[in-house]
């Protein structure tokens, strides 16, 4: 590792070590950098040379010359600054992903004044930049995204914003990080065998159990039974004290554990779990998870199952 490289990642971990994670900032002087580019260090130069030479020589056109571009410098350092300052940053919660898959946060840049921004650069450093023009009084989104992901909390790094607008001789930059988390799931992986402990019912619900949906017959009232389900015209009639009987169909219910997938490596487990899941959950049956440490009840939704994928990425 070179002496520049170890230089700049101590710089930066003494910038993220400062850099407070805010789901919305402001950026205004306090947080707003500015510092000549190549090109502006070599107008510099060459301002610096030609003022020598006005000097030497005592040449008035030289002096006008080198003072005309030094003011144009001035200019472009107000200009370049202004274009940054008061300009809102926002972030999203971003989505869930799979591992393997792109990460992505969503970043609002708002325009709360009546300046147009022109050529905002965003992204994770300068040689991976989204130029971006953001309108008065108007929202610019942008999606940065990530490449690589693993499974668990996978935690967001620095985003830069710049601008080197409207000269090209200064740039205007800034920091902010994002403080959440995106949450990787396994990669799903269709195991070789099927992994549920059991099931109840079949897919097309056809097991009966005692319920309140459908009529399936008359029985002899037996204390305990609910009163509303009594035939009250035919004890009128003196037939007695019958009683209506319901049931309901149960559908699939498949159970998933840990003991069914233990012999496996643990990365290639959870994703033969996380496949399962995601299977049971689009035929739209019930489904449960069982690991050494936590489990989950027979149930199915949205909710569940991000329980269900949210336990498997943390396991």
């Known amino acids: 590792m070179g002496l520049i490289q170890r230089i700049h990642e101590k ?6 070590a400062r850099l407070a994670a805010q789901p919305e900032i402001q950026l205004r002087q306090k947080n707003i950098y500015i510092l000549p580019t190549r090109y502006g260090w070599l107008m510099l130069g060459i301002i610096v040379l030609i003022l020598i030479a006005a000097t030497n020589y005592q040449n008035n056109m030289g002096f006008m010359a080198g003072f005309v571009l030094l003011a144009i410098g001035a200019l472009s350092i107000f200009y370049t600054y ?56 108007g929202i610019q989104t942008h999606q940065e995204i990530f490449v690589g992901v693993k499974r668990g909390w996978f935690s967001l790094p620095r985003i830069l914003i710049t601008s080197v607008f409207p000269f090209g001789i200064f740039q205007v930059w800034s920091w902010f990080r994002s403080p959440y988390q995106v949450l990787v799931y396994p990669k799903p992986i269709e195991p070789p065998l099927p992994l549920s402990d059991g099931a109840v019912g079949d897919k097309d619900g056809s097991q009966s159990i005692k319920g309140s949906e459908d009529f399936y017959g008359v029985k002899e009232y037996q204390i305990g039974d609910p009163l509303k389900q009594v035939m009250w015209k035919a004890y009128a009639r003196e037939r007695g004290m019958l009683v209506k009987e319901f049931e309901e169909k149960v559908g699939e219910q498949q159970l998933f554990s840990w003991q069914a997938v233990a012999h496996y490596e643990k990365e290639l487990a959870l994703s033969y779990l996380c496949y399962e899941l995601i299977q049971a959950d689009r035929k739209g049956i019930d489904f449960g998870l069982q690991l050494p440490n936590q489990s989950f009840e027979l149930s199915k939704g949205n909710k569940h199952l991000h329980d269900c994928l949210q336990a498997l990425a943390l396991f």
Do not use: C, M
Request: charged share 25%.
């Open 82 to 137: 202004r274009n940054l300052r008061q300009l809102k940053i926002r972030t999203l919660k971003p989505e869930p992903v799979f591992a393997g898959e792109q990460a992505t946060l969503a970043i609002e840049l708002v325009n709360q004044t009546e300046q147009y921004r022109a050529s905002v650069g965003l992204g994770g450093n300068k040689k991976q930049l989204k130029l971006l023009d953001v309108h008065p009084n």
């Open 11 to 16: 710089f930066y971990r003494w910038v993220d």
